[in-house]
């Protein structure tokens, strides 16, 4: 009887030990998902952070990567924006360079103001990207994309590089592949609905230039005694670019100001912006150009002091990049 007891106080230890380590392993096993679930959040985090403004899509679900829409978005994160501010000091200098003699002149060509008046520069540029590019990395590897940038500034009658880029074409085919639901008569399937997208869209009334959105009741608001049945709003949808109060979004050409939008108001047919602009703009670079020239700034001392335009008055969108303690805004040309 004793034996059978001291048997059954064994077999219980040894199964509450067992219980024991099993509960151990549990948790262990629980904190390493915990912690890989940590990891995948910041790195998600991470992601969510490198797409600085509403129009780059590329490290989301609507351009993945390989397509045509990511490619664009590449070439305007990379070559357009980022990369001006995200390579200097990560890569040597001479390579550094190289790569601004071709941001600069590709720059210059895309820009809507720039791709007339400073053609001869871009193409100086393009050219002296091509000979400090055969110097870096070899003959052998100024293939004939290379070499073709020298030649991007000849066509003058076909004004900016979006006016005949081949990628509006290749994103339409998407759009067209969707036309298209069986076999049969594929032709006539997309004619018919490429057809009646174009009534419907013409039966519509005309876009206007901006639009406000959301209404709110926070944020610096007008004198009342100057503007009256005041309406305020936390987004401007223009044709071409989004504005929203955001730190993200908010940063915008109004006159020759680099501006930062703190609340959008309509009242009596108009409609107004209150923004606070930055009294010290700075070269960022000043080779191969200066790069005021190009609208890119490196500003300080954000004024306190709040000022009204009309929306109209806004130009274009700006991307803020930190650097270093500083801060860097690029003209956005590509939305």
């Known amino acids: 009887m004793a ?23 549990e948790a262990a096993c629980k904190s390493k998902k915990l912690k890989r679930c940590n990891e995948l959040a910041q790195e998600n985090k991470t992601k969510r952070a490198i797409r600085s403004v509403k129009e780059f899509h590329l490290f989301d679900g609507k351009a993945r990567m390989g397509t045509t829409a990511a490619v664009d978005n590449l070439k305007v994160v990379v070559l357009m924006c980022h990369g001006v501010v995200v390579l200097n000091g990560t890569v040597p200098e001479e390579h550094y360079h190289n790569f601004f003699l071709l941001s600069c002149g590709i720059r210059i060509l895309a820009s809507p103001v720039l791709w007339h008046s400073h053609n001869t520069v871009a193409k100086q540029l393009l050219r002296h990207f091509v000979e400090h590019y055969s110097a870096l990395y070899g003959r052998s590897m100024v293939v004939y994309n290379v070499h ?22 290749e994103n339409f085919l998407q759009k067209l592949k969707k036309c298209v ?3 049969n008569f594929p032709l006539q399937q997309a004619v018919l609905r490429l057809n009646e997208m174009s009534a419907f869209a013409s039966a519509l009334s005309p876009t206007p230039i901006f639009q406000f959105k959301q209404v709110h009741f926070s944020g610096p608001r007008p004198d009342t005694d100057l503007y009256s049945h005041v309406t305020l709003y936390k987004q401007a949808l223009f044709a071409d670019f989004f504005l929203s109060l955001d730190q993200r979004n908010s940063r915008c050409q109004i006159g020759d100001n680099v501006a930062i939008a703190q609340n959008f108001f309509s009242c009596t047919e108009r409609s107004l912006v209150i923004y606070s602009k930055f009294d010290a703009l700075d070269n960022f670079f000043s080779y191969p150009v200066n790069s005021s020239s190009l609208g890119i700034f490196k500003v300080v001392d954000l004024s306190p002091v709040l000022y009204i335009a009309e929306v109209c008055n806004v130009t274009c969108k700006y991307v803020q990049l930190p650097h270093n303690r500083e801060v860097v805004v690029i003209p956005l040309l590509h939305t």
């Open 181 to 183: 639901r069986k076999p």
């Open 3 to 25: 034996e059978a007891q001291l048997f059954l106080c064994r077999v219980c230890e040894e199964s509450f030990k067992s219980a024991s380590r099993l509960r151990l392993h």
């Open 148 to 169: 073709s940038v020298i030649h991007l500034s000849d066509v003058l009658n076909h004004g900016p590089l979006d006016h005949f880029s081949s990628f509006p074409f």
